[in-house]
């Protein structure tokens, strides 16, 4: 099982949204199962859940103290992905967390406030020493902010070529506990959750050849 924590100190820059979103498409895309792991006490990635009428994804209900214990259960009951959502902050909880990730994704708008707060997350994620990966959130069409971004957002590490836009289905399928892509399946919103799905996978499948090249 490969654990996807998202993470960003930053509040509202899109975690809940992405591992909602990302988590329904890993089992759209036939990749699951997908299971969702609710660690920031806002609570909102439960909320979604609880009023979502398909089965799927999964939630997991586990106490912060057990979480490595946990993330080992669902392994061997045959998860696939795990996709956590985090609280905005840098605090020791999401320290011990990201030592758990297999990858780490970073959602940043592209904005200067985003752009400034990104540094306290990468110092963060660095110290759990696990790969990362930023996406960029909510971006307005056209905005040269967003290629900024993308160029200050490089020196820390990979930016996903797939970019979130900002739509308003993505908020709206959420209140009723669902997804933008589920809303309409051929819409922009689908091809770019889809996109960055497979910019994602793509990021293990690199890990793993460059673990097959180090070994010899
Ligand atoms: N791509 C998008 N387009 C439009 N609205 C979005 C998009 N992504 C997120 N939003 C909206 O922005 C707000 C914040 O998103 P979200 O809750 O996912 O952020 P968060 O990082 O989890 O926030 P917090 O730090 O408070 O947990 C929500 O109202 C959400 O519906
Ligand atoms: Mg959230």
């Not at 591992?19 to 609710?38: F, K, Y």
């Amino acid at each position: 099982m490969k654990t996807i924590i998202v993470a960003s100190q930053k509040g509202g820059s899109g975690k809940t949204t992405l591992v909602s979103h990302l988590a329904v498409e890993v089992e759209r895309a036939g990749d699951g199962p997908a299971w969702i792991l609710d660690t920031d006490r806002q609570g909102t990635l439960s909320r979604w859940h609880e009023s979502r009428e398909a089965d799927t994804p999964q939630r997991a209900d586990v106490p912060f103290s057990k979480l490595s214990a946990g993330l080992d259960a669902l392994d061997k009951q045959g998860a696939a992905y795990c996709l956590i959502d985090t609280a905005p902050a840098i605090s020791d909880q999401n320290t011990k967390l990201l030592r758990l990730a297999d990858l780490i994704l970073i959602p940043v708008r592209p904005s200067p406030a985003d752009l400034w707060a990104v540094s306290e997350t990468v110092e963060q994620v660095r110290d759990a020493g696990k790969p990362l990966l930023f996406v960029i959130t909510q971006a307005k069409a056209q905005a040269s902010i967003t290629a900024q971004t993308v160029a200050v957002l490089s020196q820390h590490g990979q930016v996903a070529q797939a970019f979130i836009a900002d739509r308003v289905p993505y908020a709206v399928a959420m209140t009723a506990g669902r997804t933008a892509p589920e809303l309409s399946a051929k819409s922009p919103a689908a091809n770019e959750i889809a996109e960055l799905w497979a910019c994602m996978k793509a990021c293990f499948h690199e890990k793993k050849k460059t673990r097959k090249v180090s070994n010899g």
